[in-house]
C-alpha cells in the first residue's frame, strides 16, 4: 500500500501499478509505458472512517420504472447507435483513429442539437485545438452560426465551476486525455490524470442531469488509451472507425446501458463534413462488378440492421516456402480455420496456394455467419469461376464440415432481395410460417447442410 508522499508507477497503456520500474509491463507486454506516479493520500487501511454508515434500503425488483425521455441530434444514425437517443446524465466516451472525424462528428450533433426549437445550451470544451481552429472546421462544415457555447479549457477545476452555475443539456470535452486535475501530481494523459479528471466529469454530469461525451484517444491496437476503469465508467463506449482510403465511417456501439450493443451507423465524409447513409448496402455494393471469380456478396447483420457487403478472395500460386495469408476487414483466425475445414472435408489442396482476403469497402465484419461466403469466394477464385452475380450468402460453418444456422434470416433475405438480388445460398432453415410451410422471401433459395455440396456450384 502506497505511504503519504510516496509513488507508484503505473502503466500508461493498461494501467496496472508495480511496486517499482521495469522495462515491459508484464501485462499488456508493452515497453517504456511504465511511468512514476505520485501519490498524494494514505494507504486505506490507515483512514480514519469521517462518520458512521448508513442502512441501505433494499426494494423488490418489480414496481414502478421511470420512463426514459431522450433527446434526439436530428442525426438519425447517431441516435439509432445510441439507442433512439441521448439519455440525460448519461456519459458517452467517443474512441477513433486520429483524423477520422470524431471532433467533426461531434461538432456537428452539438450544433444539431443547439438548434432545436427548444434551443438546449450545448457547450463544446476543446483541449487540443484553440478557439480559431474550431472556428475554423465550423465555418468549413456551415456551423459558425449555430448557437454552440465554445471554450479551450483543460483545468477540470475551472470547468466544473463554469458547468455548476449553467444549464447545460449536452457537453462535449475534446478530449479527456488533455485534461488535468491540480491534486494529481502527474501529467495530462498518464493513467491517474484520466481516471481522476473522468470521474469529477461523470459525478457532476449525473448530478447536474447533462449528457457528456467524452472523447478518448486510442492506442496502436486500437483500444481506448487509458486505463480500462474508464470503459467501465462511462454509459456508452462508441467507436468512430474507417480507412482512411475511404470516403465512409462506421459508428460502433460496443457498450451502451440504454440501448443495444453491436449497432453501427455509417456516414459517408464529404467536404461539407460527416453525411448520413440511409442505404448502407447500396454504398458497400456500388462498385461491385459482376461476373468476376473470387468476388460474392455477403449478407451480414450489423446489430439490428442487415448489410450487405462483397467479400473478394485471390488465391495464387505461392513463391514461399509457406503459403501467404493476407485479411483485410476479417479475422485472420478465422480464414485459417475455414481453409483447414475446406482442405480436410472437401478435398481442395491450399498448401501450396497464398489467399488474400478482402471484405470491399473497408467494413470490418467480425460475425461468423461470413464462413459460407468466405469459402464460396475462395473456391470460386481457385477454379476461376464466377458465382450468379444476383445471388447473396450466409452461414457459419462448423469444424466438421456442416453449415450451421445464424440469427436473422429474415432481415438478411429481405434486404437482399428488396437490392434486386433474386437467389441465396444459405443454412438448411427449419422454421416455418403458421400454415405449416417455408417462409416465401420472394427468392429462389438454396439450403446447403455440409461444405462438401459446395464444389457442385463449380463442376
Request: hydrophobic share 40%; glycine share 10%; charged share 20%.
Amino acid at each position: 500500500m502506497a505511504k503519504k508522499g510516496g509513488s507508484e508507477f503505473v502503466c500508461q497503456n493498461c494501467g496496472t501499478v508495480y511496486p517499482r520500474w521495469q522495462g515491459k509491463c508484464d501485462a499488456c507486454g508493452e515497453w517504456n509505458t511504465i511511468v512514476e506516479e505520485k501519490v498524494g493520500g494514505e494507504g486505506f487501511s490507515n483512514l480514519a472512517p469521517r462518520h458512521k454508515g448508513k442502512i441501505i434500503d433494499f426494494v423488490p425488483l418489480s414496481g414502478a420504472q421511470e420512463k426514459l425521455n431522450r433527446l434526439s441530434t436530428s442525426i438519425k444514425e447517431l441516435d439509432r447507435v445510441c439507442g433512439g437517443g441521448l439519455v440525460a446524465g448519461s456519459v458517452i466516451l467517443v474512441g477513433g483513429d486520429p483524423g477520422i472525424g470524431k471532433s467533426t462528428l461531434l461538432l456537428q450533433t452539438c450544433a444539431k442539437i443547439a438548434n432545436l426549437p427548444e434551443h438546449p445550451e450545448c457547450y463544446y470544451i476543446s483541449g487540443e485545438e484553440a478557439i480559431d481552429q474550431v472556428r475554423i472546421r465550423a465555418k468549413r462544415l456551415g456551423l459558425e452560426q449555430a448557437p454552440v457555447r465554445l471554450a479551450s479549457a483543460t483545468d477540470i477545476k475551472d470547468i466544473i465551476a463554469t458547468l455548476e452555475k449553467s444549464n447545460a443539456a449536452v457537453v462535449i470535452i475534446d478530449s479527456i486525455q488533455t485534461m488535468y486535475l491540480e491534486e494529481v501530481e502527474s501529467t495530462p494523459g498518464s493513467v491517474a490524470q484520466v481516471r481522476a479528471c473522468s470521474y469529477e466529469l461523470i459525478k457532476l454530469a449525473k448530478k447536474k442531469g447533462f449528457t457528456l461525451f467524452l472523447v478518448g484517444h486510442v492506442t496502436k491496437q486500437g483500444s481506448i488509451a487509458g486505463p480500462r476503469v474508464l470503459e467501465h465508467m462511462v454509459d456508452t463506449v462508441l467507436y468512430f472507425e474507417g480507412e482512411r482510403g475511404h470516403h465512409f465511417r462506421i459508428l460502433r456501439a460496443v457498450k451502451n446501458r440504454y440501448g443495444a450493443t453491436d449497432e453501427i451507423g455509417v456516414f459517408e465524409m464529404q467536404d461539407q463534413g460527416l453525411v448520413e447513409v440511409d442505404n448502407p448496402s447500396a454504398l458497400f455494393l456500388a462498385e461491385r462488378q459482376g461476373n468476376i471469380s473470387g468476388s460474392c456478396v455477403f449478407a451480414g447483420i450489423e446489430g439490428s440492421r442487415p448489410v450487405l457487403v462483397e467479400i473478394q478472395a485471390l488465391v495464387s500460386q505461392t513463391g514461399y516456402a509457406s503459403p501467404k495469408r493476407a485479411v483485410v476487414g476479417w479475422d485472420s483466425n478465422r480464414l485459417s480455420m475455414v481453409l483447414a475445414v475446406l482442405e480436410a472435408r472437401c478435398g481442395i489442396n491450399l498448401s501450396s496456394q497464398d489467399v488474400y482476403l478482402n471484405i470491399a469497402g473497408g467494413l470490418r465484419i467480425t460475425e461468423p455467419a461470413a464462413d459460407l461466403a468466405v469459402a464460396m469466394a475462395v473456391i470460386s477464385s481457385l477454379t476461376n469461376k464466377p458465382l450468379p452475380h444476383d445471388m447473396v450468402i450466409f452461414g457459419e460453418i462448423g469444424l466438421s464440415g456442416e453449415i450451421r444456422a445464424v440469427s436473422q434470416p429474415n432481415l438478411r433475405l429481405k434486404e437482399a432481395h428488396k437490392l434486386g438480388f433474386a437467389s441465396a445460398i444459405m443454412p438448411p432453415e427449419h422454421k416455418k410460417d403458421n400454415s405449416g410451410n417455408k417462409r416465401d422471401y420472394g427468392m429462389s433459395l438454396y439450403e446447403i447442410g455440409n461444405v462438401q455440396r459446395l464444389i457442385n456450384w463449380f463442376n
